[in-house]
């Protein structure tokens, strides 16, 4: 097996932990670099799991230039508009998206994890192997998994999420921030004739919110929020049921994709993210994705900046070829918009959790009194991104 030649003319072998949307991004950049690198991944398989993901025209230019942006359209739902309403359905604000030399789209997550990892070599990718922790062994770096195997790297990335175990060493900062609220995923197997095409919505209520976006192949995907401590898990039969209950008189068409999603499907997950830090780096060791800059799902964009971060890493190895000098440029270039994010991210999340009456009035306000011509703008600080164009 040969690797893409270092400055000192070895062959420089990349080891990357997790198989998520991160990882493999990430390996699949780094091969269109040149690089061979390895995946390993935790799981027995990948499996037909997760809800739908939101991809951004700053992650769908990334998929295109990878050369898998037609099979991602395939499988995908366009999205050219947002809607809030009020959990009764007045229209509290709406946003056409701006233009842009890519789309927005929203697909199954499972859909694009497979379409990532059928673009790779079946042998770059490894199931079953739990990541245990790292050492450094002068310019190496020793992968150690918890069945006794060890592989030697010339750089380990780290891209095993929230949870990281490559993080806990490198940082030891303690589990993630719980931030009041759970989120619930499905994905429904049809779209509801009250839906406007092209569309994603978020529905208001006290301390409540429901998203809907189209995502491809006929299904609609759907997310809700609640206020409730972090340990008020029910057990998955239970889902279905509590969120009717959640959103008994809301607006159509919540209760009718609650209740054509059967209940074990759907998903549930405390939100978290971490504050930002700027070190994600620890010799030959480099974090990224939500390993590196955790975030809370209210802008759609954890996988959005996995994937630019895919993109930039390979860019600076290409440039480099020497792990120290190109993790530390990858780091600086990335901390400013990802810490951004991040904060932005927990702030609107945090306004759309408000539940006292006055607070939701004032939000319905808010909503109803910005300009589409600033919505846009705003937006574009976020589409506009192009890891290509990013001069490192």
Known sequence: MSFFNGLDGKEMKIIIIGGGIGGLSTALALSRAGFEPEVFEQAPALLEVGAAIAVWPNAMRVLQRLGVGDQVLEKAGLINQARWLSSHGRVLGKVRFPETDAPAIALHRADLQQILLHALPARSVHLGKRFEAYRQQGPDVLAVFDDGDSFRCDLLIGADGLHSRARAQMLGDGPPFFRGYTVWRGVSPFTSKTLLPLTAMEIYGRGKRFGIGP??????????????????????????????????????????????????????????????????????????????????????????????????????LLKYREPGQASMTFQALRYARTAAITRYSLRYGAIGQWGNSSAVRGREALLSSIPEALAQKLLKLIFDYDAYGVNI
Request: some cysteine.
């Open 215 to 316: 995502v491809g192949l006929g299904r609609t995907g759907w997310w809700a929020t609640a206020n409730e401590p972090e340990h008020g898990a029910e057990p998955p039969a239970e889902r279905q049921r509590k969120l009717l209950a959640l959103c008994e008189g809301w607006c159509e068409p919540v209760v009718e994709l609650i209740a054509a999603t059967p209940s074990e499907s759907i998903l549930r997950n405390a939100a978290f993210d971490r504050p930002p830090v700027k070190r994600w780096r620890d010799g030959n060791v480099i974090l990224l994705g939500d390993a590196a800059h955790p975030t809370t799902p209210n802008l759609g964009q954890g996988g959005c900046m996995a994937l630019e971060d895919a993109v930039l890493l390979s860019r600076c």
